[in-house]
């Protein structure tokens, strides 16, 4: 578990408090304990999960996937993942509440392009109406579009989860303006979701004024997943104080770390 840092506040989402700033998804390790292991080393407290890809219960002749991640210990989040319509996105939430009991906690995805799995927007913000509108707490992957941002936020949306890069291509953020304009803007929760690749990327987006940030591949895919999992829990902390600290100017020339003025020669 994250200790939080006594110079920060929690993150809120929906109302709930977490120490931890870093959300992780449970997909594309190579088993159920490398999962559970991986997710410990994170000090994550929320973990996503695809409920087209995963089992939760709807099968109950394999293994379920809740054994490594219980709902008693981490706060479960249902995601669309591989859906590119409003009603399939609609029908996989309402899937996930019958089935986690109620839970109305869910991320949004609902993707346009199966090359670059960039969010429909379109299509994003006709399935976050339906999903408000029937009382679930959305968190939203989009673009970096500021005006679709704040038409998400305006609608209700709990949290905005632009994308640094494509799912899974670990380039790290690829514009941080647009990132930092979303930020300066909304007054909900802006997370970095998707295009971490390692630490630094990590540590960026916490420097940007994330309030979090979610991945799964920049984990799962590491040579050492549980290593990277601990290195990316520090990465986030690192970000997180350094944006609380604030960074020195930037400066064209240099200035000496021992100024000469004042000494005895």
Known sequence: MTVLNANDTPLVIAGDEYSSRLLVGTGKYRDMDETRLAIEASGAEIVTVAVRRSNIGQNPNEPNL??????EKYTILPNTAGCYTAEDAVRTCRLARELLDGH???KLEVLGDEKTLFPDVIQTLKAAETLIREDFKVMVYTSDDLLIAKELEAMGCVAVMPLAAPIGSGLGIRNPYNIRFIIEELKVPVLVDAGVGTASDAAVAMELG???VLMNTAIA???????M???????????????LAGRMPRRQYASASSPIDGTFF
């Open 229 to 243: 999992a601990s290195a990316m829990k520090k990465a986030i902390e690192g970000g997180r104080e350094a944006f």
């Open 66 to 71: 809740l054994e490594a991640i219980p709902p």
């Open 221 to 227: 895919a590491a040579q050492k997943p549980i290593l």
């Open 210 to 212: 994330c309030d979090g």
């Open 104 to 106: 109305d906690l869910v």
